[in-house]
């Protein structure tokens, strides 16, 4: 079993869409939750970094970490053609350890 | 406000040939990355750097070599090219690394074709 699944799509939705992205994972000892948004030919831009289980909301951008199903989502709401690119979830254990595991990433495209 | 600066950005290699990649960030940050991401097999890490002066092994290491001289930077050098490492490579930093709870911040990449 992978370390990190992530469903890699694409996924194509209509302007104002809201959109889930999701990850799963094995590792009971992940405790730092992330995602990042990376355009084309480009270097990976942190969304939302999260620790262990809860939400985090920061504009449009929702973070849910459910850590007793070790699964991860990331809502956007009102989505924007800008909005268009690859979604990577990582996580890592933290305690020393700098490993981070990434998801291969899921392609949206936010239509007009 | 450059953050991570990578040089160069576009590399084609003949195989055998040498190069070093260059990695500058601005931010004060100790720990420093490198990974490489290819279609399927998502973002590795291969070396990375507790603070100026130290070096260690990531994923998959074989093939490079890493130097942390100054803090601000963080070199790659594959001494003999081959085609396996035609990808494109990332730099990354962190204030006190993953393993303190931080996150890490990549630089745009460099994309390099050994032929």
């Known amino acids: 079993q992978k370390e990190v699944e992530q469903d890699p799509g694409p996924l194509s939705v209509p302007e104002g869409a809201i959109v889930s992205l999701n990850c799963t994972y094995s590792?009971?000892?992940?405790?730092?939750f992330m995602w990042y948004r990376q355009y084309s030919r480009k270097g990976p831009e942190l969304l939302m970094y999260?620790?262990?289980?809860g939400n985090k909301e920061d504009g449009r951008f929702t973070a849910q970490v459910d850590k007793s199903s070790k699964y991860i989502s990331l809502f956007i709401r009102d989505s924007q053609p800008s909005d268009s690119a690859t979604y990577l979830c990582?996580?890592?254990?933290?305690?020393?350890?700098?490993?981070?595991?990434f998801g291969k990433g899921t392609k949206l495209t936010v239509n007009p | 406000n450059a953050g991570v600066t990578q040089t160069p950005k576009f590399r084609v290699l003949k195989t055998g040939q040498s190069m070093t990649l260059l990695c500058a960030q601005d931010?004060?940050?100790?720990?420093m990355y490198w990974y490489r991401q290819d279609p399927g097999m998502g973002l590795r890490l291969i070396h990375y750097?507790?603070?100026?002066?130290?070096?260690a092994k990531g994923e998959v290491p074989d093939g490079y070599n890493v130097s942390r001289l100054k803090k601000q930077n963080f070199l790659l050098g594959l001494e003999s090219a081959a085609p396996s490492q035609t990808s494109v490579y990332f730099c990354?930093?962190?204030?006190?690394?993953?393993?303190?709870?931080?996150?890490?911040?990549f630089g745009e990449g460099s994309w390099l074709t050994v032929v």
């Open positions: 990354a930093s962190s204030p006190r690394g993953l393993g303190s709870g931080n996150t890490i911040y």
């Open positions: 590792n009971s000892a992940f405790q730092y």
């Open positions: 999260t620790y262990s289980s």
């Open positions: 990582a996580m890592s254990a933290g305690g020393g350890s700098e490993k981070l595991v």
């Open positions: 931010m004060n940050h100790e720990y």
């Open positions: 750097s507790v603070g100026e002066g130290t070096t």
